[in-house]
Nanobody, 126 residues
């Protein structure tokens, strides 16, 4: 079992940047493919990005491709989401999630992930 804690959210202006972190404890993070999801008020949780266990494969939602970058440091048990050129529509609570199956595929379905963090709020002002 792994515990996940997100950090790095906040308030930023349109066009700004934030870097989210997801720190893991318990089982080593390299056992999991990791994903980032987000949920805006009144909307369903949506896939943002995913990274394979070793970091070789990355996947992005079309809405963030070219602006967001997922990465991981397994030695530090941490996954990151660098978010650039932020837009008001990026406003949401962002969650990291762990998938023990670790199949190198996009896996945009939240049900594919067994463990979730508590989320961190990102607000982009217009």
């Amino acid at each position: 079992q792994v515990q996940l804690v997100e950090s790095g959210g906040g308030l930023v202006e349109t066009g700004g940047s934030l870097r989210l972190s997801c720190a893991a404890s318990g089982r080593t993070l390299s056992s999991y493919a990791m994903g980032w999801f987000r949920q805006a008020p009144g909307k369903e949780r949506e896939f943002v990005s995913r990274i394979s266990r070793g970091g070789t494969y990355t996947y992005y939602a079309d809405s963030v491709k070219g602006r967001f970058t997922i990465s991981r440091d397994n030695a530090q048990n941490t996954v990151y989401l660098q978010m650039n050129s932020l837009k008001p529509e990026d406003t949401a609570v962002y969650y990291c999630a762990a998938d023990s199956q670790g199949i190198p595929a996009p896996a945009p379905n939240p049900g594919a992930y067994e463990y979730w963090g508590q989320g961190t709020q990102v607000t982009v002002s217009s």
